[in-house]
């Protein structure tokens, strides 16, 4: 592994105080990853340095192309003050998936893995310790040629920043509400929607806004060419539990390949439960319900991990789902997947890693 060089923060933050306020994404540890690429180069000069503002210039092609991706995974903190990872491996390969179709040179996975863990150990003290808090970490790679040009990027910088993050579910898993969305799309086939990459976040802020005007938490996204078949559900994949059958739409290259959504799958399947990937017409959603065996409904994505939905709207016809109460599926994935990642539970599909003590 090519030596990765340190610069230590002289001046350090105080860590938060009061752990029950961290929020999500808004306060950031003292140091961060930076790894450059030049074309004729490759990817060199790893280093940790203090986390602070990057200076690029105006014309840096990222800022008018939009050639980047990024990826999302946390950090836990045992009880007995171990520090774990989930599934990291994925996500550093659905990294380079991103990169694959945004034209961005190939990453070292396993580098990218252990440059990781020689972050969080310099940041340990940033992995907060109250219950259902983490350390979410966030990988992303941009172009950065000086240049008005549509091109493939020659010069990149890869960058991994740190974020101690407050429990999403403080009072408790609480179901959301959800419509299912008929004019905007999300992505379509063929496009950019297996990759994780800020265009296709940004065009769906426009449906999360009509979403939040009608008071409905967000938006099931259908399909971008017939308008029929289920996708994702806002910006995390999304499960059905009708009478006999648990469904998740089949990843067809507009559907992000979620490490949370394969967990719930293997997991489910590990316990003998029918989970189907294929398409779902959102018509046979409404057959079900309307048939009584339309059970359960949840998102599935690293922030939330699991997120059931108790309402959803589809026209005219508002499905109140379980009574809008979490499900009895939803809730033992929640506790079970949870449970690993904390190490509350014994991890019996070797999922965890471990960074330090």
Known sequence: ???????????????????????????????????????????????????????????????????????????????????????????????????????????????????????????????????????????????????????????????????PSGAYYPGGLNPVRIYVENSYVRAVRGGTGYAKTGGNYASSLKAQDEAEKFNYSQVLWLDGVEHKYIEEVGAMNVFFVFDDEIVTPALDGATLPGVTRASCIEMLRSWGYNVSERLLPIEEVVEKYKAGKFKEMFGSGTAAVISPVGELKYEDLVMTINNGEIGEISQKLYDNLTGIQWGRLPDEFGWTVEVCK
């Open 1 to 163: 592994m090519e030596n990765i060089k340190f610069v230590r923060n002289e001046n350090p933050k105080a860590k938060p105080a009061d752990e029950s306020k961290l929020g999500y994404g808004k306060t950031f540890t003292d140091h961060m990853f930076i790894m450059e690429y030049d074309e004729g180069q490759g990817w060199h000069d790893p280093r940790i340095v203090p986390f602070g503002d990057i200076s690029l210039s105006p014309a840096s092609m990222v800022l008018h192309y939009g050639q980047e991706v990024f990826e999302g995974l946390k950090a836990y903190r045992t009880a007995d003050d171990r520090i774990l990872l989930f599934r990291p491996d994925r996500n550093f390969a659905r990294l380079n998936d991103s990169n694959e179709r945004l034209c961005i040179p190939a990453v070292d996975e396993e580098f990218c893995i252990e440059a990781l863990k020689e972050l969080i150990k310099v940041e340990k003290d940033w992995v907060p310790h109250s219950e259902g808090t983490s350390l979410y970490i966030r990988p992303f790679i941009f172009a950065a040629d000086p240049f008005l040009g549509v091109h493939p990027a020659k010069k990149l910088y890869y960058m991994v920043i740190l974020a």
